[in-house]
């Protein structure tokens, strides 16, 4: 079945509209109509009762890992060979409602599409909820992943803290959960054969070139740095202008050079977060700590921008006696998805249909990449014609969710089904 077959009558659109409607408030900003489910909080503690519930009415058995990953299981873990698939359910700040629960619900969506299909599964099916993929609480992205796949050690994982200085240990006890077995779980997966994730576009090549859905090629290198610029609290009125050591300055120019070099390299570098201390309206401010966030097509283009940036900082600073501490807080090399597994989903999406699903890359970072380097994986992404993300105005329509539904039925059909 090609991803572009009629879904608006499909039977199982109820499914997918049903769990939709039912997670749309959750963490919802009555403000900003933005989402804040951020990690081990009480809007993520609500997306994550909801995972529990819908895994529950499955008949699937539910079970959370060591890292606080839930996961449904249909099937036999012990089998070996799963075939996986899921997304998120945390936000950034004042997020969209696609970028993570579009790949979640859909995983529960195709399921059930599948049991109407009367699919007969060879292989056990997994449905997953990696925990804090967003990383807006503790500042580092696909926590839960990359615990998992032992790219974040238990030792690490513990100095990890939040804005109000709360470890990420004592946050996920907080919530309920133990952190005390926290670290790589190489055995679970030794049993995934495959993972696919689905996830809304992130830009907007599909609805440029006028498909519903398509398949990852590859994400960029991407990192985040943090960029400490202190100089000299003192009164914003009585201090004269060639007295200051003002980090605000050296900050503003930084961002500045940011913008130069990533269009220099055709790259992307973002400051979107900031702190400021005393943080007075009327105080020159002592210290300005700016992330940044910069992602390319390649490393060499990477280091290129990273490196033009921290120079031009390096200098401002120097000219301004602001004193500059750089600390890479993360970083992901480029993923290059699983060709083989990539050519499978296309054969599988183009049987029977003259369609070529279109296949694409992304400067957005996703657990599929975390875990590619361990077991196979692939992704699907469904038309976003905002091409927006990370913001409320994200979108999907329903007709393409329900695309994006029946494209993953038919890649769980081909793959856990023969
Ligand atoms: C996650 O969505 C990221 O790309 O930062
Ligand atoms: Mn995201
Ligand atoms: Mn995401």
Known sequence: ???????????????????????????RHPGSRGYRRFAWTGADGECRAWFREQA???????????????????????????????????????GGAFDGPLGVVSSFAALDELRARRAEFTKPLALVNFGDEEGARFGLACVGSRLTAGQ???????????????????????????????GGDPERLAR??????????????????????GIASAIWPHGRWRFDFRGEANHAG?????????????YAETVLAARREAELAGAVATFGKIAVEPNGVNAIPSLVRGWLDSRAADQESLDQVVGGIEKAAREYADAHGIALDIVRESFTPVV???????????????????????????????????????????????????????????????????????????????????
Request: overall charge negative; hydrophobic content about 40%.
């Open 238 to 250: 009585t201090t004269r202008l060639v007295d200051r050591r003002d980090p605000m300055l050296s």
């Open 152 to 182: 974040l050690t238990a030792e690490q994982a513990h100095l990890l803290t939040d804005g109000e200085g709360v470890t990420l240990p004592r946050a996920m006890e907080a919530a309920g959960y133990d952190p005390d077995g926290i």
């Open 56 to 94: 529950e009415a499955r008949g699937l058995t539910y079970e959370v890992d060591r890292n606080g990953n839930q996961w449904a299981w249909l099937g036999d873990p012990a089998q070996g060979d799963a075939v996986v698939t899921g997304s998120h359910l945390d936000s950034v700040p004042d």
């Open 192 to 213: 995934i054969g495959a993972f696919v994730e689905l996830h809304v576009e992130q830009g907007r090549a599909l609805d440029l070139s006028g498909d519903r859905v």
């Open 336 to 418: 290059e998805f699983d060709h083989a597994l990539r050519d499978e989903l296309a054969r599988i999406l183009g049987t029977g249909t003259d369609l070529k699903v279109p296949v694409l890359g992304t400067g957005a970072g996703h657990d599929a990449g975390i875990l590619s380097g361990h077991i196979p994986t692939a992704m699907l992404f469904v038309r976003n014609p905002t091409g927006v993300s990370h913001s409320p105005a994200e979108f999907a329509a329903e007709d393409d969710c329900v695309a994006g539904v029946l494209a993953l039925a038919d890649v769980l059909e081909g793959l856990a089904c023969r």
């Open 1 to 27: 079945m090609g991803t572009d077959s009629g879904t608006a009558q499909h039977p199982r659109t109820s499914s997918f509209q049903e769990m939709w409607r039912e997670l749309l408030p959750v963490g």
